[in-house]
């Protein structure tokens, strides 16, 4: 089979759970971080390194890589995996994202979405057929379905409305259009916005379908956290407990752990890596700027507790000077900031697995918040599934 899924442990108060998914290319241990490939690249970072770090998936991006290198280059190479040199699991896009990072350059009509390429200016039309022509070729374990997406933040009832259940029609397309269902899983992905009764509509509809795992789209797009997360357990409520739930471009280190909380098996965003090119790098207390000044002469690492080669080799100070000035600083920061969510995540595992999940959670949000000043919404969100941060 493309995938199969086994939950593994599951905590005894929130949604955790703790899973093995078996893909084609390798098991994945969930929950998981997926980082971000966008061009068949994780920029700053070597598949060696990803290696290393203990990376068992990362995702690419269909848009993107059927514009360049294009189709004709990866049949050629044999997929993606030969043409990046990656032999673990890759899961894409399926190139909706474009319509709203892309907006201006795209028309949506229920054929497909019409974009001017930022390439060349050229006209491409993506369809639910061709985005599942090009993620065939392009060979990933996991594939999304073409889904129209609007702006979370989005207020035209009839254009959400419109859109989920255009996602809905889609989704059947891409289905039918599949021609690799042995090697590669299509994940449906839930819309709706931040409208629960679409929301719900849209997770339903999906669950009728013959599909191997999930996705929740349409969130972390600007909305308010106090709308985010209530959207998120609206679908772990509904999916299939039995199937991977993958929550869409969510990467912040406290969303990880609500949302894992909330029963939520697996995650991408490209912030590890970006915030890594601004000289930040990840902690649990947020993030340390090393371009602010009083790291001119502090000799720690970034973290004395991170296992890491950037950690074990250099210092604040060294990173503070080069950051920003050598293209080397963002590879060790990124080196670090994937380190992190990688052990994050497998911190979240073991715990779930001991049945000390709640704990974690407790002592991870008081050294996030030393103060006790936690926002409301993790208040709410955490006492949806039985954790009382505040006793």
Same mark, same amino acid.
């Given at each position: 089979?493309?995938?199969?899924?086994t *939950?593994q442990?599951?905590?005894? $108060?929130?949604?955790?759970?703790? &899973?093995? +998914? /078996?893909?084609?290319?390798? !098991? *994945?241990?969930?929950?998981?971080? $997926?980082?971000?490939?966008?061009? &068949?690249? +994780? /920029?700053?970072?070597?598949? !060696?390194?990803?290696?290393?770090?203990?990376?068992?998936?990362?995702?690419?991006?269909?848009?993107?890589?059927?514009?360049?290198?294009?189709?004709?280059?990866?049949?050629?190479?044999?997929?993606?995996?030969?043409?990046?040199?990656?032999?673990?699991s890759?899961?894409?896009?399926?190139?909706?994202?474009?319509?709203?990072s892309?907006?201006?350059?795209?028309?949506?009509?229920?054929?497909?979405?019409?974009?001017k390429?930022?390439?060349?200016?050229s006209?491409?039309?993506?369809?639910?057929?061709k985005?599942?022509?090009?993620?065939?070729?392009i060979?990933?374990?996991i594939?999304?379905?073409?889904?129209?997406?609007?702006?979370?933040?989005f207020?035209?009832?009839?254009?959400?409305?419109?859109?989920?259940?255009?996602?809905?029609?889609?989704?059947?397309?891409?289905?039918?259009?599949?021609k690799?269902?042995?090697?590669?899983?299509i994940f449906?992905?839930v819309?709706?916005?931040?409208?629960?009764?679409?929301?719900?509509?849209?997770?339903?509809?999906?669950?009728?379908?013959?599909?191997?795992?999930?996705?929740?789209?349409g969130?972390s797009?600007?909305?308010?956290?106090?709308?985010?997360?209530p959207?998120?357990?609206?679908g772990?409520?509904v999916?299939?407990?039995?199937?991977?739930?993958?929550?869409?471009?969510?990467?912040?280190?406290?969303?990880?752990?609500v949302?894992?909380?909330?029963?939520?098996?697996?995650?991408d965003?490209?912030?590890?890596?970006?915030?890594?090119?601004?000289?930040?790098?990840?902690?649990?207390?947020?993030?340390?700027?090393?371009?602010?000044?009083?790291?001119?002469?502090?000799l720690?690492?970034?973290?004395?507790?991170?296992?890491?080669?950037?950690?074990?080799?250099?210092?604040?100070?060294?990173?503070?000077?080069?950051?920003s000035?050598?293209?080397?600083?963002?590879?060790l920061?990124s080196?670090?900031?994937?380190?992190?969510?990688?052990?994050?995540?497998?911190?979240?595992?073991?715990?779930?697995?001991?049945?000390?999940?709640?704990?974690?959670?407790?002592?991870?949000?008081?050294?996030?918040?030393?103060?006790l000043?936690?926002?409301?919404?993790?208040?709410?969100?955490l006492q949806?599934?039985?954790i009382?941060?505040l006793?």
């Amino acid at each position: 089979m493309a995938l199969t899924f086994t *939950v593994q442990a599951e905590c005894g $108060m929130t949604k955790a759970r703790a &899973g093995l +998914m /078996k893909l084609p290319h390798c !098991d *994945v241990r969930t929950p998981v971080f $997926m980082p971000v490939g966008t061009q &068949g690249t +994780m /920029k700053g970072l070597l598949p !060696d390194q990803l290696l290393a770090l203990d990376c068992e998936i990362i995702l690419g991006n269909t848009y993107h890589l059927g514009n360049r290198p294009g189709t004709q280059v990866l049949e050629k190479a044999g997929g993606l995996h030969k043409f990046m040199g990656w032999n673990k699991s890759l899961l894409t896009d399926s190139g909706g994202f474009q319509m709203v990072s892309l907006l201006k350059l795209a028309e949506i009509t229920e054929e497909g979405v019409k974009f001017k390429s930022p390439y060349d200016g050229s006209e491409i039309m993506l369809t639910p057929e061709k985005s599942i022509e090009i993620q065939n070729c392009i060979g990933a374990d996991i594939i999304m379905q073409l889904d129209d997406v609007v702006q979370t933040t989005f207020q035209d009832y009839d254009r959400i409305k419109e859109a989920t259940e255009r996602t809905s029609r889609w989704l059947d397309r891409c289905l039918k259009a599949h021609k690799r269902p042995e090697e590669q899983s299509i994940f449906p992905i839930v819309q709706g916005l931040l409208n629960s009764e679409l929301r719900r509509k849209s997770a339903e509809d999906h669950m009728t379908k013959n599909v191997n795992g999930f996705a929740i789209g349409g969130l972390s797009g600007g909305e308010a956290k106090d709308d985010f997360w209530p959207m998120v357990s609206l679908g772990t409520e509904v999916l299939d407990r039995n199937r991977p739930r993958y929550l869409m471009g969510v990467g912040l280190a406290i969303d990880l752990v609500v949302c894992v909380a909330l029963g939520v098996d697996m995650f991408d965003c490209v912030f590890p890596t970006r915030t890594a090119r601004f000289g930040c790098a990840l902690v649990n207390k947020g993030q340390l700027n090393l371009r602010h000044k009083k790291y001119l002469t502090d000799l720690n690492p970034i973290d004395k507790d991170c296992t890491c080669s950037t950690c074990k080799n250099y210092t604040r100070a060294y990173l503070h000077c080069i950051v920003s000035v050598e293209t080397v600083a963002c590879h060790l920061i990124s080196v670090h900031n994937i380190a992190y969510q990688m052990r994050l995540m497998r911190t979240m595992r073991q715990n779930i697995i001991n049945g000390t999940f709640v704990q974690f959670v407790k002592t991870f949000m008081k050294e996030v918040y030393p103060d006790l000043n936690y926002p409301n919404w993790i208040i709410n969100s955490l006492q949806s599934v039985g954790i009382n941060i505040l006793d």
